[in-house]
């Protein structure tokens, strides 16, 4: 049997669950749908939310849930396998039940790729970080070295070495000859030295990350290393849905106004499901921009309908 919402929101991070909120607070049967996988899961806290720095990811997601549920918020603890679009959403999830929604809020996130290098997935979110937003003044002034994904790596680089003046930028797989004279006039500017050759490991003593093993053998004495993971879009529901995408440096995106409603009507997109770079704050207020523009298009697609004498949509 069919269950009938006026929203479901597929994704129970930051995004999700802010705009689940803003729903049930506005009197709109909402249900979340969440598969238990945040992007943000391997960081032992969370960095730059005003009133919540310093707090475990597990620990936010779970005071959301909690608030949530005291405005009547269903949360289900599953995966959408399939979604169309008729004159409502259908939303199938795996443990088969089967859903209607007059509107849909998309916080799929992404999945972070890292650089295949012994020692990097293992010790990510701890020793091994890519936002000095995020973690740099918890590692500030420690030794740094930043991995090359790619000749625009140097500009992690250089935004690192506001965190630490001693910083090394090791090439890995990336040519010195490609990076520019004045990526090279910058880097010698913040005081950042570039080591050329390919990383082969990370040492660790005591759980702890204590240098950057070379090819060559050669060991560099570092405590904390950055890199940029290649993001991967969860953009599959979307996609079935016919949302168009742009591409950008991190992977395709959803085209969305200034609330997040798509280029398919009823559908919305909020968090890292729209970009590489929200944070959780953004991603916050993205799930709370989205919520509110589908309260206002409820409510006037219902007046509308009233008028007509018709059934809303």
Known sequence: ???????????????GLSAALVLGRARHRTLVVDAGEPRNAPAAHMQGYLSRDGMPPAEFLAV??????????????????????????TVVLAGGRALRAR???VATGLKDDLPAV??????????????PFCHGWEVRDQPFGVLAASPASVHQALMVSQWSKDVRFFLHTVAEQELSDEDLRRLAAAGVDVVPGEVAE??????????IRLADGTTHARSVLFTAPRAVPQTGLLERLGAELHDTP?????????TGL???PGVWAAGNAVGFAEQVVHAASGGYRAASAIVGDLLMTDLDAAVRGQNPA
């Open 118 to 131: 012994p020692g990097v997935t293992e010790r990510f979110g701890r020793d091994v970080l890519h936002c």
């Open 1 to 15: 049997m069919t269950e009938e919402y006026a929203v479901v929101v597929i994704g129970g991070g930051a995004a």
């Open 103 to 105: 509107r849909l809020v």
């Open 262 to 264: 798509t280029t398919v």
């Open 250 to 258: 991190f992977g395709a995106y959803p085209v969305v106004d200034a």
């Open 202 to 211: 990370l040492v660790t003593e005591d759980d702890r990350l204590t240098g």
């Open 64 to 89: 959301g849930r909690e608030e949530i549920a005291r405005y009547d918020v269903e949360l289900a603890r599953d995966r959408v396998v399939e979604v169309e679009k008729g004159d409502h959403f």
